[in-house]
């Protein structure tokens, strides 16, 4: 009796969870995306179109190049390849934590610092 409790339990507790996020990363490798970011009280839109190898950012008239290394079909690493100062020279890490059909949620950091940003890119082309 006490085991059939349990194993209703236990049922009970995955049905409420849910499902998993959707993450079909594969879709969000490669295409054109906006990202909008709250900097100083203001919002603040880039642009940014990547092949499997760079990805090309705008920001406020302003392009900027970046290798792209996966480090698997959810994870990469952005290295500035025009660096202007010390900070543009950090690599920042990107993974994707789920997805949409039109968009993806992210978390993202300078490789090696625990401080973790969260975002979402919405996908144009």
């Known amino acids: 009796m ?3 409790f349990f194993s209703g339990l236990v049922l009970t507790f995955f049905l409420a969870c849910g499902e998993a ?3 079909n990363c594969t879709d969000f ?3 054109t995306f906006t990202f909008t970011a709250t900097i100083n009280g203001e919002e603040k839109t880039t642009t ?3 092949t499997m190898d760079i990805e090309v950012d705008e920001f406020e008239g302003k392009k900027d190049s970046s290798s792209i290394r996966w480090i698997n079909d959810c994870e990469y ?3 500035n390849l025009n660096p202007k100062n010390k900070a543009e020279e950090k690599s920042i890490h990107i993974k994707i934590l789920s997805t949409t059909e039109s968009s993806y949620t992210f978390e993202y950091g300078v490789v090696g610092d625990t401080k973790k940003f ?3 890119a919405h996908k144009t082309q």
């Open 2 to 4: 006490v085991k059939y």
């Open 21 to 23: 996020p959707q993450r």
């Open 29 to 31: 490798k490669t295409g």
């Open 48 to 50: 940014f179109h990547r």
């Open 77 to 79: 690493v952005l290295k």
């Open 118 to 120: 969260k975002g979402t």
